[in-house]
């Protein structure tokens, strides 16, 4: 059913121990507080996008939700139904429901294998061919489904004999063989050439569209999530921070980062970019700022925001954030 919370994750935390750095009490590292609370809800038929600059967790919320990490806390609920499925037989199951499409589409796939073996392969897992001229059916479907044609001219050739852009449709092509009800693509047009990058999210989109996926785009470049998902939601240093549909988040962002994320976006209209930040970089999730994250580099810091992390603010029609400002906003309307 179209707009049914398909895959969602509730207050998911991972940390994970510092490969470097000075050793605390009883010779133990710090952790890396990679994620912190984080909820997360992907609904059929609609995409989804989670923004944020490189270091910010993005990538750790993907594989959580994908059970490749378990969590330190929280949930993933797969169609309301509680899920630790790590390994085994269990992690099959989940992951014919759940598929990831990874960010580089050469190392995803392998080079000693043609087209042809890496959707076969798997169909044949998970059981949904009944014969070999079944699989060359079922192949040539996938690889007309994400406009890989004619098919013939495909499914013999090797992945060096492919563009970045067709290699990412094959990996794409190899996600839905096994007919996920939820598709999370971590960076999915980041290393194709801009020429390339608008087919692969159309493909997406239309893919979502079409066969009722909750699709989850995870991106760095506000600009492409503006265009191409219904709702984002903004993360920074390990902490969601607002969330709305596409076309009010941003238009009339409420959180300063979300600001400098699309001051920072390419608009040809644009003379001179605003200063929405001071100088610095984001922090160490080591040792992360207290309060709220971005406050170091926030222009309108308050006080308070160096002493309390944030709570929810609702902004009304779905929108919220974590943001000081906009509490204080919302208190004296």
Not at 114 to 142: C, T
Not at 278 to 302: D, K, Q, T, Y
Request: glycine residues 8%.
């Amino acid at each position: 059913m179209s707009g049914e919370i398909v895959l969602e994750g509730r207050n998911l935390t991972k940390h994970f121990t510092a490969a470097r750095g000075p050793r605390g009490r009883f010779g133990k590292r710090p952790p890396v507080r990679a994620v912190e609370d984080v909820s997360l809800a992907l609904r059929a038929g609609t995409v989804t996008a989670l923004v944020g600059e490189s270091g910010c967790g993005k990538s750790t919320v993907a594989r959580l939700l994908a059970q490749v990490y378990p969590a330190t806390s929280g949930e993933v609920l797969l169609r309301g139904e509680r899920v630790r499925a790590h390994r085994g037989a269990a992690f099959r199951d989940y992951r014919r429901q759940v598929q990831l499409i990874f960010q580089d589409p050469f190392a995803s796939l392998n080079p000693f294998h043609r087209v042809r073996y890496h959707l076969a392969r798997p169909l044949r897992i998970h059981r949904h061919v009944r014969s070999n001229a079944h699989e060359q059916e079922l192949v040539a479907e996938l690889l007309e489904r994400v406009s890989l044609t004619p098919v013939t001219q495909f499914m013999d050739k090797m992945p060096h004999e492919l563009s970045g852009g067709q290699r990412q449709r094959v990996a794409i092509a190899r996600a839905l063989a096994v007919r996920p009800l939820a598709l999370i693509a971590d960076e999915p047009v980041s290393m194709l050439d801009v020429s390339i990058r608008l087919g692969v999210l159309r493909l997406l989109e239309r893919l979502a569209d079409e066969s009722g996926l909750a699709l989850l785009y995870i991106t760095h470049d506000i600009a492409s999530a503006r265009y191409f998902a219904e709702d984002i939601t903004v993360m920074y240093a390990g902490r969601l921070i607002e969330s709305g549909d596409g076309e009010s988040l941003t238009q009339s962002p409420a959180h300063p980062y979300t600001k400098l994320l699309l001051a920072s976006a390419p608009d040809p209209g644009r003379v001179t970019p605003p200063e929405t930040t001071r100088h610095g970089e984001p922090p160490s999730l080591i040792e992360p700022p207290s309060g709220c994250r971005f406050h170091p580099r926030c222009p309108v810091a308050l006080p308070v925001c160096s002493e309390r992390v944030p709570g929810r603010t609702e902004l009304g029609e779905g929108r919220w954030t974590h943001c000081w400002q906009a509490e204080e906003t919302a208190l004296t309307r």
